[in-house]
């Protein structure tokens, strides 16, 4: 979890633990195939799951805009589960394919699927996670959330494709950039708030405010998610690093380096990398040349830089949710976003 276990309130920490196993369960009975190699697969992606960050979101916002004044918990709802158990599939669908995009080796400190089985099964695995996603949300007499649920992942593949068409693009525009994490990563965060509301009949403020608050701290994740993917060890992280500069994607304290460091910096840069980075750090000397980006970037303010734009989201996330009434659950939600600048993995 994001969270220390005394830094939230005990009942909805007890609350939440229930709900998320429900979750699991409810995730796993989902996809159960009557087919072995079905089942060994989805079983070897249950170790992806991690902090549960989008079903924890569902959950949370669930509660807190349906808190009355004063913190009181509301019941538990099936519905909110299933909008969880749907979002946490879409999820896992797109890790195991940006494993194939990246060709990624390593997730939670375990072999990915491609790596395992091939892109073929991987690729086809992910679509069985979306399949499945929909079929659980249509379970839902909601048509308004479905649409959200389903207009999300459309966003998320047209990032996908927009990074795709900007791969190699060394003079990425920072405005681009911040396109590409909005569609890709925040805006299954902020449809996991947004739905949840909906679904618990809020009003068109608090649905709003859940709706920028997940859209913010989603952003604030992704920009972290790359710093540590060009500064972090892959021991604590737990996945395979570099891969947004072997796949010559520029992220934010990269496309800034090249903005404002000195011309003597770029030029080191440049000798470092050369013009095919997807080869020069592929290669035997790929590590040298790793620890020399680490060296030059550090150098600079870039990475500073990069911390600042996550810390701002972070607050704006935070201030999005004061029109929501005080509770246990809103207090949660602060203290996630809080928590985005500070995780390990």
């Known amino acids: 979890m994001l969270l220390l276990a005394d830094r939230c309130d005990r009942q909805l920490a007890a609350r939440l633990e229930d709900e998320l196993d429900q979750v699991g369960r409810r995730f796993a009975d989902e996809l159960a195939s009557d087919l072995p190699c079905v089942n060994v697969l989805i079983e070897h992606i249950e ?53 194939v995009l990246d060709e990624a080796e390593t997730r939670r400190r375990g072999d990915t699927v491609n790596r395992l089985k091939g892109n073929e099964t991987a690729v086809m695995l992910g679509d069985y996670l ?100 060009l500064m972090g060890e892959e021991g604590t992280v737990g ?36 013009e095919d980075v997807r080869c020069r750090l592929n290669s035997s000397t790929g590590p040298e040349a790793m620890l020399a980006v680490r060296d030059l970037i550090g150098e600079t303010e870039s990475l500073d830089y990069a911390r600042y734009w996550a810390k701002s989201l972070v607050e704006e996330a935070g201030s999005a949710l004061m029109v929501l009434p005080d509770s246990p659950a809103r207090q949660f939600l602060l203290d996630t976003a809080d928590a985005v600048l500070t995780r390990p993995c």
């Open 47 to 99: 170790r992806y799951r991690g902090k549960m960050l989008r079903p924890t979101l569902a959950l949370v916002s669930g509660m807190a805009a349906s808190a009355e004044q004063g913190g009181a918990m509301p019941p538990s709802s099936l519905a909110l589960r299933v909008i969880a158990t749907v979002v946490e599939m879409i999820h896992m669908a797109t890790l195991v394919h940006d494993d």
């Open 130 to 229: 979306i399949s499945h996603a929909y079929h659980l949300c249509s379970s839902l007499e909601m048509p308004a959330v479905s649409r959200l649920i389903s207009a999300s992942t459309n966003v998320v593949c047209e990032g996908e494709l927009l990074q795709l068409a900007n791969r190699g693009n060394r003079d990425l525009e920072e405005g681009v950039y911040f396109d590409i994490i909005r569609r890709k990563t925040a805006v299954l965060c902020a449809t996991s708030c947004q739905a949840a509301a909906v679904l618990q009949g809020a009003g068109p403020t608090i649905v709003a405010a859940l709706d920028t608050y997940g859209e913010k701290l989603g952003i604030a994740y992704q920009i972290v998610d790359d710093l540590l993917d």
């Open 239 to 274: 996945k395979s690093l570099g891969r947004d500069l072997t796949q010559g994607e520029m992220t934010l304290p990269l496309i800034h380096f090249r903005q404002h460091a000195l011309p003597a910096q770029q030029q080191r840069m440049e000798a470092v990398l050369g």
